[in-house]
């Protein structure tokens, strides 16, 4: 669909998702997707409507763009091919006209993990670890090609003391227990079409950072809109965990390490808030703790920035989840950030990224930032 070194492939079926006909790729106007750190990701898909006959408009009689057909979403940035989403479509609006070609279809939908909160569910899992747990409900769905990262825990609960039970959809229990245990859960797309990591684990800040996001740089310059960065002292909080002594009943302080995620700022700002973390009264030190640093790293961030790239220059697509280099703003906002959430726009001969970064607060730890 676009030029300019940028190749869109939608694939669309009831199960399992084929490349779209050409009359589907024809009336595709636009496309949006938003990924995100946390909660769903969506897409938006513009066609334009044609009537076939003067009964009904050619693409709603295919019946391959109702809900809940799904959708993967696939770029290639000059030869580089990335998944933006692969999702289900929950909804669509139609927009007549008295116009001849001006009608337009727009299709709605979220992420594949939505499939696990579609059924409320109550079960009792006795003698079962959580991460047990986790791989029994992600299997539920092979469906969804789903590829489950799960790490283990060590706390196997004995039936006489306390039965994990479920009360409402498996993604809600799968979040319950990473919660428990301070993980985090998501689902995001391989490489491979229709292939998913599940994951759920700590939220994993490591590993290689993408390629910078660059200002003021001459022909270096990727970013198309000048960033604007905010410091919000009251975004972090710290939290303060106590846990019930079973024997004495009396109440102790937890002390919490100094946090779940490498440092990405050489300043830290100070948390001005305290805030406490509910029902750890019952759990254990370790338990307790975690939970203490889940709600840590689930407060705001001191540092946002946000901007806009253009995904030619840039080389490639934006991801979440993921650290990525600014360099060009000033030493203060230099450094490292991690992706919190990305807004894929396409149209022919244009893909722009929005996208919104966050770190826990000023100065680059290192003097250069890798391009």
């Known amino acids: 669909m676009p030029s300019l070194g940028v190749r869109l492939q939608l694939l669309i079926g ?155 959809s498996d993604l809600d229990f799968i979040r319950e227990l990473a919660q428990r245990n301070g993980f985090v859960f998501y ?12 994951y759920w684990g700590l939220d994993n800040r490591l590993g290689l950072p993408q390629p910078a996001l660059t200002m003021n740089m001459g022909a270096d310059t990727n970013v198309d809109q000048p960033m604007s960065f905010s410091f919000d002292a009251l975004g972090p909080a710290e939290p303060q965990v106590t846990i019930l002594e079973p024997f004495t009943k009396r109440s102790i302080s937890i002390p919490l390490p100094s946090g779940l995620h490498p440092p990405l700022a050489r300043q830290p700002a100070s948390s001005l808030r305290k805030t406490l973390p509910r029902n750890t009264s019952n759990l254990n030190p370790i338990q307790a703790a975690l939970r203490g ?43 490292m950030y991690y992706v919190q959430e990305v807004t894929h726009r396409i149209k022919r001969g244009e893909y722009k990224q929005s996208f919104s970064l966050r770190r826990e607060g000023r100065g680059a730890l290192a003097p250069v930032v890798v391009p």
């Open 14 to 168: 009831p199960t399992i998702a084929i490349p779209a006909p050409y009359p589907v790729m024809e009336a595709l106007i636009d496309v949006e997707v938003t990924n995100r750190d946390q909660d769903f990701d969506g897409f938006k898909l513009s066609f334009s409507l044609g009537k076939e006959t003067i009964l009904d408009y050619g693409l709603l009689l295919s019946g391959l763009l109702d809900p809940p057909s799904r959708v993967i979403i696939q770029v290639f940035v000059g030869v580089f091919p990335q998944i933006l989403i692969d999702g289900i479509i929950t909804n669509h609006q139609i927009a007549p006209s008295n116009r001849p070609g001006e009608s337009t279809l727009t299709v709605f939908g979220k992420d594949i993990s939505l499939k696990l909160s579609l059924e409320e569910k109550s079960e009792i899992f006795p003698n079962q670890a959580d991460w047990v747990i986790v791989n029994k409900l992600i299997g539920n769905y092979p469906t969804l090609g789903l590829l489950p990262r799960v790490t283990p825990t060590t706390d196997v609960p004995i039936q006489v003391d306390r039965i994990p039970s479920q009360q409402g």
């Open 293 to 335: 640093l889940s709600s840590a790293s689930q407060s705001s961030d001191a540092v946002t920035a946000t901007g806009e790239v253009d995904a030619v220059r840039y080389g490639r697509a934006l991801r979440s989840r993921r650290l990525v280099g600014v360099r060009g703003v000033g030493q203060s906002y230099d450094g």
């Open 187 to 198: 689902i995001e797309p391989t490489l491979s079409p229709g292939i998913n990591d599940a």
